[in-house]
């Protein structure tokens, strides 16, 4: 026997009724009389419509005609009210309460009727999302009729309910404002992470992230309870729920004040267990997860019980992943945990971080330039300020792997990989023998004439402090060019030249061997350093020439100057 099929009549009443209850709410906002009553009546309209809306003909179709005759007595008074052409106050107080009770009574028979099961999916007549731009009180209303479907409808309105609720807080924010002013929509959203059906579980995810995105909603979501449910859902929930779950609670958790309540209901460990599973787990799972740890491990304590759980172990590990979120997630949070703890740092050495962090930085090795330059950024954060960090990365091969990424990588890549070259020759004596055995010095000087100052600068304060090696300036002064160079960028009219403060520096250093003093004063290039004394513009410049000015020089120098 087929399903009961709903007759014309029936449907065509259901629609006269909601028809008649839209117009009736929207003459309802024009009252200015009796306001506090026709607020309450107004919200029991929007029940009902909202109800017949998600009902059918067919198990409304006994209601209707009680519920259309409450509705025409109730526009009359409307009518009356807003054009007060009412007979008295206390005769229209009495007729208005009757009617909000019996309104009452068709929403209390309403939800009594889908209580007991009947199927709402059938012919339920579908409110229209508003449009770009609808007013408040249009959007409201729709989300009344969502909010209805999602507590009375069955499994297949309550998933759409939610699809078409995530897509419009998506498209508009001021839908998310009114979502949140409505502390039962929050209640059921919660409710629903907590659901048997992993469908509803997963779009309540979704819109419950977008909500946390909002920093004055986060206290909301904490304050309806949302934490333990999502933890849940990270423990036994579906791929596509554990997501949204992670990605809701990595923003709840840029508040720390929120880390506390995420470890004190398991999430810690719920959260490790992801990251350990990863072959299991993608990185768009595993990438939100590692989010909530580095914002958690800004805790101590918490920090402290992440370690203890194996946490460096398990990133270190990640670091070798094939996926670039995952990649990327794990180096940072290495960072986090080990900054500024010497600990840690130690327990990353000890684990082979150092090793697996220049095996990302290998040309060989097949990674994103996006992974490289975070690589490179953790290695400066993370590596220079420890001696014994230092001296691993000069036995692996640190220095190399720079001076490929300065002579061959693309133009971010390189001045980065020059920016961590600089900072890293300001770690250690051996670190500038380190740099100028690899001809490093030979890249900085044709760093001198970049297009970009800062670039200039950097390549010029490295050169600077390499130089004070005195291996360095062996080197740098066998290669005549070099010094030329220096020398032709002091020239006073060359407007786009390095910092000539740096640039004297380098040459000062240059003239403590014997080598390095003929070779300037030598050269054709050698008068810049005179007209710079002479102009007075540089007080270093009246030095350099001092010094190169001594007995064993004066001759060389007079002959060459005053020529």
């Known amino acids: 026997m087929g399903d009961e099929q709903p007759s014309t009549?029936?449907?065509?009443?259901?629609?006269?009724?909601?028809?008649?209850?839209?117009?009736?709410?929207?003459?309802?906002?024009?009252?200015?009389?009796?306001a506090g009553k026709w607020q309450l009546i107004r919200s029991r309209l929007e029940e009902l419509h909202s109800a017949l809306v998600a009902g059918d003909s067919t198990s409304l179709s006994g209601e209707l005609p009680a519920i259309t005759g409450t509705?025409?007595?109730?526009?009359?008074?409307?009518?009356?009210?807003?054009?007060?052409?009412?007979?008295?106050?206390?005769?229209?107080?009495?007729?208005?309460?009757?009617?909000?009770?019996?309104?009452?009574?068709?929403?209390?028979?309403?939800?009594?009727?889908?209580?007991?099961?009947?199927?709402?999916?059938?012919?339920?007549?579908?409110?229209?999302?508003?449009?770009?731009?609808?007013?408040?009180?249009d959007m409201r209303f729709y989300l009344r009729d969502l909010l209805t479907r999602m507590k009375v409808g069955d499994l297949?309105?309550?998933?759409?309910?939610?699809?078409?609720?995530?897509?419009?807080?998506?498209?508009?924010?001021?839908?998310?404002?009114?979502?949140v002013e409505v502390s039962e929509f929050v209640h059921v959203l919660v409710d629903f992470l907590g659901s048997n059906e992993v469908e509803v579980v997963e779009e309540a995810a979704k819109v419950v992230s977008l909500v946390a995105g909002f920093d004055s909603y986060k206290g909301v979501l904490?304050?309806?309870?949302?934490?333990?449910?999502?933890?849940?859902?990270?423990?036994?929930g579906s791929e596509v729920g554990k997501v949204g779950a992670a990605r809701c609670l990595q923003r709840l958790t840029e508040n720390s004040d929120n880390a506390w309540c995420v470890s004190a209901h398991g999430g810690v460990t719920a959260l490790l267990r992801i990251c350990e599973s990863v072959e299991e787990c993608k990185g768009e799972l595993v990438?939100?997860?590692?989010?909530v740890l580095r914002n958690l491990c800004g805790v101590e304590e918490i920090k402290r019980f992440m370690v203890e759980e194996g946490v460096v172990s398990t990133f270190v590990s990640l670091v070798r992943s094939k996926d670039e979120a995952v990649q990327v997630s794990s180096v940072e949070l290495i960072q986090n945990i080990a900054s500024g703890d010497e600990l840690v740092r130690q327990m990353v050495i000890k684990e082979g971080g150092i090793r697996v962090l220049l095996r990302?930085?290998?040309?060989?090795?097949?990674?994103?330039?996006?992974?490289?330059?975070?690589?490179?950024?953790?290695?400066?954060?993370?590596?220079?300020?420890?001696?014994?960090?230092?001296?691993?990365?000069?036995?692996?091969?640190?220095?190399?792997?720079?001076?490929?990424?300065?002579?061959?990588?693309?133009?971010?890549?390189?001045?980065?990989?020059?920016?961590?070259?600089?900072?890293?020759?300001?770690?250690?004596?051996?670190?500038?023998?380190?740099?100028?055995?690899?001809?490093?010095?030979?890249?900085?000087?044709k760093f001198l004439n970049a297009k970009s100052f800062e670039v200039r600068e950097m390549a010029a304060e490295a050169l600077s402090s390499?130089?004070?090696?005195?291996k360095n300036r062996k080197r740098f002064v066998q290669d005549d060019r070099n010094i030329s160079l220096l020398l032709q960028l002091l020239d006073p009219g060359e407007g786009n030249s390095g910092n000539k403060k740096l640039l004297i520096s380098i040459l000062m250093s240059l003239t403590s061997c014997n080598s390095g003093?003929?070779?300037?004063?030598?050269?054709?290039?050698?008068?810049?350093?005179?007209?710079?004394?002479?102009?007075?513009?540089?007080?270093?410049?009246?030095?350099?020439?001092r010094k190169l000015s001594t007995n064993r020089f004066r001759s060389m120098l007079s002959g060459i100057w005053h020529s």
């Open 9 to 34: 009549t029936s449907v065509s009443g259901l629609r006269r009724v909601i028809a008649l209850l839209s117009s009736l709410i929207s003459l309802s906002l024009s009252i200015r009389v009796f």
């Open 287 to 291: 990438g939100p997860a590692c989010g």
């Open 222 to 236: 904490v304050g309806a309870g949302v934490i333990a449910p999502l933890i849940r859902v990270l423990e036994c």
């Open 360 to 445: 990302v930085l290998d040309p060989k090795w097949s990674c994103s330039s996006k992974t490289r330059e975070v690589v490179m950024r953790v290695i400066d954060n993370l590596c220079f300020s420890s001696r014994s960090c230092v001296s691993v990365l000069l036995s692996y091969g640190f220095v190399d792997q720079l001076m490929y990424y300065v002579r061959n990588g693309e133009a971010l890549i390189q001045e980065l990989a020059l920016k961590v070259a600089f900072r890293f020759c300001e770690t250690s004596e051996e670190a500038k023998k380190a740099l100028g055995d690899a001809c490093f010095m030979a890249e900085l000087v």
């Open 71 to 137: 509705a025409e007595e109730c526009l009359e008074l409307a009518r009356r009210c807003a054009d007060l052409s009412y007979s008295g106050k206390l005769l229209m107080q009495s007729d208005l309460d009757l009617t909000l009770g019996k309104l009452e009574a068709h929403v209390k028979k309403l939800s009594e009727i889908f209580k007991k099961g009947v199927s709402m999916h059938g012919y339920s007549v579908v409110v229209s999302r508003p449009g770009f731009g609808a007013c408040k009180d």
């Open 517 to 545: 003093r003929k070779k300037i004063v030598s050269s054709g290039y050698a008068k810049n350093i005179e007209r710079l004394a002479e102009a007075e513009v540089s007080s270093d410049a009246k030095r350099l020439v």
């Open 466 to 470: 390499m130089v004070m090696v005195a």
């Open 156 to 179: 297949g309105m309550k998933k759409q309910a939610l699809v078409n609720l995530h897509e419009v807080v998506v498209e508009d924010d001021k839908y998310v404002k009114l979502v």
